[in-house]
């Protein structure tokens, strides 16, 4: 989508620093960080939401899950543990509406959030 900040992201049209990337998702630190290690994970292909995850998507979550565990054995947060986060909607708290994973890590984090 020409209009989304992640898609801009995702293509190139806004450089940012890919602490990985490959033929389905990009990884990139948040840019207002919560934690020590704030990364979100991507798929380059927009998807609005959660709520779109269907039949022929929905091994994105799934290989976002892979990445993510391989950034926190190669960041070195795989021991601590850490936290996958998706936000879906208003009440969930999305701000961006293309789909992502926050990867959140390098403190204890708080259950229940708020
Ligand atoms: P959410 O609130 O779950 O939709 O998460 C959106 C996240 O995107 C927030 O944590 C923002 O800090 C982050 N964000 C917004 N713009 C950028 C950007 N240009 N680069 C990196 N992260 C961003
Ligand atoms: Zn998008």
Redesign the pocket.
């Given at each position: 989508?020409s209009d989304?900040l992640?898609?801009k992201i995702a293509n190139g049209d806004i450089p940012t620093e890919f602490l990985y990337e490959d033929d389905k998702v990009v990884a990139f630190k948040d840019i207002e960080p919560q934690a020590p290690h704030h990364i979100l994970i991507i798929p380059k292909e927009?998807i609005d939401s959660a709520l779109e995850i269907n039949d022929a998507n929905c091994d994105i979550p799934g290989h976002v899950f892979m990445v993510a565990s391989k950034l926190a054995k190669e960041l070195g947060f795989a021991q601590d543990g850490f936290r996958i986060v998706n936000n879906c909607g208003r009440d969930g708290g999305q701000t961006v509406g293309?789909l992502h994973f926050h990867i959140l890590a390098g403190r204890y984090l708080q259950w229940p959030p708020g």
């Open positions: 989508m989304c992640f898609c927009h293309h």
